[in-house]
């Protein structure tokens, strides 16, 4: 028999004297107004009918219940609110069985540990993961998780925001019940006849007793303090996570459903939580290419690789990781060996670290192939080129590739800077070819940057996103320029960081100045540890082309021609003494930095934190309107997802694009002008920054626009 549908996302039918309740919101029964106000009518329903005897929550689709609609975020709530929702499923008289499959996450996850019993298939996936958002759980989460399993594995839950699966969750006493098979439906309803059958009472999670010992509580609350105090750099909820659990232990369950709601909306009013959530959409945003809109990716079932170096290795080893056989083409045996050697050695630290098995291990090595020949990649693909960053030897690469590949082996490359227009118009196929810019160590960064090249065909573009997919990388469309969206953009603030120093900042001031606003490291320390000889190759090729009007700083050039790379040197902006991994400042390099200051004839001068920050910012945000002005990225968020996957930006303020929205852009504007006598070649606002502040626009405005740019419209000088 069915019931009245109380809404459309939610389907209260009575099986026997069970009342299912199916919600049904695609894409992943987030728990929006609908989905709310539905659950409470469905309780209603299920308190006042007599027929019924038990209740089963459960999804319909791939997921139990994704969370809350995060969508809603930020917006005036509508009545019911999700605390409203758990505690009217809590208070019911009749037992509540939540089935649970595909995700239960955050709200989804409260649902669940509102209800009386909990079942789960094995590969469910159940976690609290709000602290990624810059939240915390909001409707009871906090109280319910640690009675029910403990403060420390409450707190491991929602500190981590990781997820746990089904059998990790029956372990801890998270849910009740494994299922069987993946009928969680079907298993799910003959639990609650089950119930019935035995009487069993409406056993409420408020009155569990994983709190009970008060020590141990107190303990793991202690713990988690220190070290949320002392790892996260800055951040806000993790703290009101730790609060909350400690409301849980002192306080009676309804005081502590207070605490937390407070605490929840302390979370919900920082700019945090903007920050963190718009970075979560945009990074769903930048998956849909416009050009791969209709088209379908080329298979890929062999990948070649043209240079085992840094890069090529590291290619190497996240395509084996991902299951894909390799065949890397090397210049000779030695190069061939110490191309191999970096894979074993990367593939080794997998196993360390427990992110594979031994297993594992010996099968990505045995999908591994090294050749010296190209005929090689006869059967490849897809081929990744990555030897050294020169034109000519790009080229003659090219040439062979053109010469072995199979009819429609996409053709990548993975040149940092270079012109890809150029290299494709070398072949006879150049609609095969594209950029695929990985980054340093590419087995672990998440970025990468598809470059399209302007005759990369659609299907090209698909597969290059569905590659990203099968690597599990962030994928960002970008368009041809000198340094594409990333390094373009990079080059822009790094050149302001050498202009601070030779203008009276010191490397470790400004390396200060980015940590504290969230940077992991400063920018002289990244260069240390990335080696400063990667740059000083790419200043020396482009000398001959540099405006000789435009300020050149010579700093970073005196370190390298004295062989002082950084870390590897034991030397670079920083000394590190024994092989330290972190620098200490060197008076020989300061010595360095106060005779370029006299030879270019400036008088030092003092910067504060926030003068630095500043000129960084305003540089880093001015270059990213340039790169969407021209088109080279697709949409503001484009920029900050790159930079917050590439470049170290604190995630937590969203990206460049997105904090400049945030202070105003008319105040960035006001500073690139106040800077400009400073350096007035460089300090030239943007065409579309001045046109945004003109018309009293966002970038976000910007953000829903999904069409590629036409190269023949583009603004590109
Ligand atoms: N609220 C609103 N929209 C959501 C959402 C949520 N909680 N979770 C996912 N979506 C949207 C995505 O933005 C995407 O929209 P799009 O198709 O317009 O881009 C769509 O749902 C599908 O999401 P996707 O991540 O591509 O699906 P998936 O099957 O790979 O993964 C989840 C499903 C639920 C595991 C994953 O989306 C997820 O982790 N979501 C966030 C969960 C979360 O943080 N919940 C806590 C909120 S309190
Ligand atoms: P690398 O010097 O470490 O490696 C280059 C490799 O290419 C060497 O092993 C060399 O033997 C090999 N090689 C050169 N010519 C060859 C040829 N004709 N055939 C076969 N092999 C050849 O350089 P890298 O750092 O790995 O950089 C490779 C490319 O990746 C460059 O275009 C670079 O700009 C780009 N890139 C580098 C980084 C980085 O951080 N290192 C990041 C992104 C992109």
Redesign the pocket.
């Known amino acids: 028999m069915r019931l009245d549908r109380p809404t459309e996302s939610v389907r209260p039918e009575l099986q026997g004297n069970v009342l299912l309740i199916g919600i049904d919101n695609p ?2 029964n ?1 728990l929006d107004v609908s989905v709310r106000r539905g659950l409470l009518a469905a309780l209603d329903l299920a308190q006042a009918d007599p027929a019924v005897r038990a209740v089963l929550i459960h999804g319909r689709g ?2 139990f219940i ?6 809603e975020f930020g917006k005036p709530a509508q009545q019911p609110t999700l605390p409203e929702v758990c505690n009217a499923i809590e208070a019911c008289s009749k037992p509540v069985i939540a089935a649970i499959h595909g ?1 239960a ?3 989804g996850l409260e649902v669940a540990l509102a209800a009386h019993y909990r079942l789960a298939t094995a590969d469910a ?1 159940l976690g609290l ?2 602290v ?2 810059g ?1 915390m759980p909001g409707a009871g989460g906090t109280q319910r998780a640690p009675r029910l399993v403990g403060a420390e594995a409450a707190l491991g839950l929602m500190l981590s925001g990781r997820h746990l699966d089904g059998t990790q969750a029956m372990a801890r006493g998270l849910v009740d019940r494994l299922a069987t098979g993946n009928d969680v439906w079907a298993e799910g309803l003959a639990y609650a006849r089950e119930l019935v059958a035995r009487n069993a009472p409406a056993r409420r999670t408020a009155n569990a007793t994983g709190l009970a010992d008060k020590a141990a509580s107190q303990a793991a609350i202690d713990a988690a303090r220190a070290s949320v105090q002392s790892a996260a750099r800055g951040l806000f909820s993790p703290l009101k996570i730790v609060d909350a659990v400690q409301a849980a232990v002192d306080l009676p369950f309804d005081e502590g459903l207070r605490t937390e709601r407070a605490l929840f909306l302390q979370c919900m009013d920082s700019p945090q939580r903007a920050g963190l959530i718009h970075a979560f ?1 945009a990074e ?1 945003a930048v998956r849909k290419a416009p050009e791969a809109q209709g088209a379908s990716a080329r298979p890929i079932r062999h990948v070649g690789i043209v240079g085992g170096g840094t890069m090529g290795a590291g290619i190497a080893v996240a395509l084996l990781d991902a299951g894909l056989p390799v065949t890397m083409v090397e210049r000779d045996e030695a190069a061939l060996a110490r191309g191999r050697s970096h894979i074993e050695k990367a593939v080794d630290a997998l196993v360390a670290k427990g992110r594979i098995n031994v297993q594992a291990r010996s099968d990505a090595m045995a999908r591994f192939t090294g050749s010296l020949t190209y005929d090689a990649l006869a059967t490849a693909d897809l081929v990744i080129e990555a030897v050294f960053e020169d034109m000519a030897v790009k080229q003659a690469v090219f040439a062979e590739l053109d010469r072995v590949c199979k009819p429609g082996a996409v053709l990548a490359t993975n040149t940092s800077y270079l012109d890809i227009d150029t290299i494709a118009a070398g072949i006879s196929r150049p609609g095969d070819v594209l950029g695929l810019h990985f980054f340093s160590p590419a087995h672990v960064m998440k970025l990468l940057e598809i470059v399209v090249a302007r005759q990369t065909a659609a299907d090209v573009v698909a597969t290059a996103f569905a590659l990203a997919a099968t690597l599990r990388k962030v994928p960002v469309r970008a368009g041809v320029c000198d340094g594409f969206i990333g390094n373009r953009i990079l080059a822009a603030y790094r050149h302001i960081a050498d202009c601070l120093v030779e203008d009276g900042a010191s490397p470790s001031q400004i390396d200060r100045a980015a940590r504290t606003f969230g940077y992991p490291m400063g920018p002289f320390q990244v260069t240390d540890l990335a080696g400063g000889d990667i740059g000083w190759a790419t200043r020396k090729r482009k000398a001959a082309s540099r405006d000789p009007a435009a300020r050149y700083v010579h700093i970073a050039d005196r370190l390298c021609e004295r062989g002082w790379f950084g870390q590897k040197t034991g030397r670079g902006y920083y000394l590190y003494p024994q092989g330290a991994r972190s620098g200490v400042p060197d008076p020989e390099v300061d010595a360095i930095i106060a005779a370029e200051r006299a030879r270019a004839g400036v008088v030092a001068r003092d910067f504060t934190d926030e003068d630095i920050l500043r000129r960084y910012l305003a540089a880093m945000v001015n270059e990213g309107a340039n790169v969407v002005f021209e088109g080279i990225a697709l949409r503001p968020l484009d920029v900050d997802v790159t930079l917050l996957n590439g470049y170290g930006f604190p995630r937590h303020r969203g990206g460049p694009m997105h904090y400049a929205d945030s202070v105003g852009l008319p105040r960035i504007l006001a500073d690139i002008q106040a800077f400009a006598p400073e350096a007035p070649q460089f300090w030239r606002p943007s065409p579309l920054l001045l046109d945004l502040v003109a018309r009293g626009a966002t970038f976000a405005s910007l953000n829903h626009r999904a069409k590629a740019p036409d190269p023949s419209e583009s603004h590109h000088a």
């Open positions: 894409p992943v987030a791939r997921n994704g969370g809350a609609d995060i969508r995700a996450l955050g709200g996936k993961p709000e990624q958002l939240l959409f769903k």
